[in-house]
Every structure is written in structure tokens, then in C-alpha cells.
Nanobody
Framework: QVELVESGGGLVQAGGSLRLSCVAS????????MRWYRQAPGKERELVAA???????FVVASERDRFIISRDNAQNTVDLQMNNLKPEDTAVYSC???????WGQGTQVTVSS
């Protein structure tokens, strides 16, 4: 059974950093593209970053200078390093396995000004 479990969210002041982690199980992690999404209050969920099985990465242009996505196929984890956080980054961040349509439960990130 596929399971995605996120961690690493929390409350941080503007300018701070957080590292989110998603632990995956129930499928061959190393073969799959993984994505991070976020949903801010009152807004639609949006793609933040993706990483292919071979390690090619994509980060949305608006966050490209602050966010880094990475993966560890030995540990079945995909991380999102977020730097210089802003209040507008406040959202629930979720891990996604696009091939099968699975989502984690999400982790809350709150950035105070």
C-alpha cells in the first residue's frame, strides 16, 4: 500500500528556513517522479517543485532562488529545502506521487512577519 508521510513543517519567522521531508513506501520509489505542492488558505493547491527518478529537478520560477528539491532513493525520501521564507509561503505542503495519484497528509508551514 502506497504511503507518503510528510514532516518538517512548523512556525518560523520571515527569513528563516525549513526542510520538509516526505518518506514514501509501498512502491518502487527510485523509479518515480515526485512532487511537492502547497495550498495556502483560501487558494488553490499549486505545484512547487518536482524531481524525476534520475534526479532532474523543477522548481516553479517564483521560488527558484529559494527552494531546493532533492531525493534520496536509498532512504525513499524526497525533501524540500526552503530558504528565506516569507509570510506568503504559509500553506500546507503536500508530497505527491503523480503516476498513481497519491498524496500525503500534508505538513503545515507558517511564516510570521
Amino acid at each position: 500500500q502506497v504511503e507518503l508521510v510528510e514532516s518538517g513543517g512548523g512556525l518560523v519567522q520571515a527569513g528563516g528556513s525549513l526542510r520538509l521531508s516526505c518518506v514514501a513506501s509501498g512502491f518502487t520509489f527510485s523509479r518515480d517522479t515526485m512532487r511537492w505542492y502547497r495550498q495556502a488558505p483560501g487558494k488553490e493547491r499549486e505545484l512547487v517543485a518536482a524531481i524525476a527518478s534520475a534526479g532532474d529537478t523543477f522548481v516553479v520560477a517564483s521560488e527558484r532562488d529559494r527552494f531546493i528539491i532533492s531525493r534520496d532513493n536509498a532512504q525513499n525520501t524526497v525533501d524540500l529545502q526552503m530558504n528565506n521564507l516569507k509570510p506568503e509561503d504559509t500553506a500546507v505542503y503536500s508530497c505527491n506521487l503523480p503516476r498513481l495519484g497519491y498524496w500525503g497528509q500534508g505538513t503545515q508551514v507558517t511564516v510570521s512577519s
